[in-house]
């Protein structure tokens, strides 16, 4: 049986998602490790995206093979007893042997939040990135806009990408001050590996007048990565949806997603 869970974690003590050497802590290992309590045999999962060590996530989703017989409910319950705080299982459903958690993937969709004031907050340690310049988001949503497209990405590239091809289809993006801080939010066929941090680098650069408005559509145009500046913090992503065929009958995306909190609303 073929078996798909969604999962959310802080990542912020783990050395990213792919297991390595069983003395680093990784989610991949350490949620094959709790699975394997569960399923009473060795677990190997695929995940839709593998993220870098400080990548967030409240809707990864991934799969595995197993002869047990055992309730949706129970994947997730005792799933969730043989993990720590950090990583938790919020579903589980039972796919069939076509659905592939990173192939069958139609989108995912990440979001990146800027701590934007003039002292570093306790508070958001490692779980926004922090800019003590102002960043004018208006700026940054404009520049943006030159991105959105099937465009070669190789300038928002990491040079230890392995993807086939630097060609991706980038749906929306959006930028928007909230509270103290700027939010982030693109959404994409796929990404390349650092594709979102170095895309919010250049717009960070932008809002805050270092560069021009333009400076994102010569980037890309260029495809090189050398021209792309600085590659924002890995604390400030957040992987909050991977969306799928209707007809693998999913539980849909998490309808809340972590943001700063303004005097008149309440969290995202």
Known sequence: MRVALGVQYD????????AQRPELRTLQGVLQRALAQ????????????R???????????????????????????GGNANLPSDLSLSWACAVPEDFHARFSAQARRYRYLIFNQAHRSALWRGRAAWCHRPLDAGRMWAAGQSLIGEHDFSSFRAAECQARHPRRDLRELTVRRQGDGVVLEVEANAFLHHMVRNIAGVLMAIG?????VEWAREV????DRTQAGVT??????????????PRFGLPPPPATAPGFVTSSEEPD
């Open 51 to 77: 993220t870098d060590a400080g990548v967030h996530a409240l809707g990864q989703v991934v799969h595995f093979e197993t002869d047990a017989i055992r309730s949706n409910r129970a994947w997730v319950l």
């Open 220 to 223: 890309l145009e260029q495809r």
């Open 208 to 212: 805050a007048g270092e560069r021009p």
């Open 232 to 245: 924002a913090p890995a604390e400030g992503l957040y992987l909050l949806a991977v969306r799928y065929p």
């Open 11 to 18: 990542g912020s003590a783990f050395r990213g998602w792919q």
């Open 38 to 49: 569960v399923a009473d045999h060795p677990v190997g999962l695929i995940c839709a995206g």
